[in-house]
């Protein structure tokens, strides 16, 4: 994933499972592991959470418990940003 990715991402108010296995990089039961941690964190805390078919979270959070650096990711998006702008970067040349 690029940084680009991973900041359009992170930049949801909400993570359900699939944000939070996108971001950390795991699979479906490790990411309902964390969403659940995370849940259950803030229910101790007093704080309500949206009821619904899908189970959310703060996206705060779950930046919070990965110990993300945002500075660094909006950092290196906007470099990927200018880069492909500027037509420097090309991610056909990547191999996955």
């Given at each position: 994933m690029s940084y680009l990715e991973l900041y359009k991402i992170i930049l949801k108010p909400w993570a359900s499972i699939?944000?939070?296995?996108?971001?950390?990089?795991?699979?479906?039961?490790?990411?309902?592991?964390?969403?659940?941690?995370?849940?259950?964190k803030l229910i101790k805390e007093g704080k309500n959470l949206p009821t619904g078919k899908t189970i959310v979270v703060p996206m705060k959070y779950v930046i919070e418990y990965l110990g993300l650096d945002m500075n660094y990711i909006i950092e290196m998006a906007n470099n990927e940003s200018n880069m492909l702008n500027n037509g420097t970067l090309s991610y056909a040349s990547i191999s996955r």
């Open positions: 699939n944000e939070i296995r996108l971001i950390a990089n795991c699979g479906r039961d490790s990411a309902i592991k964390i969403r659940n941690t995370i849940q259950n």
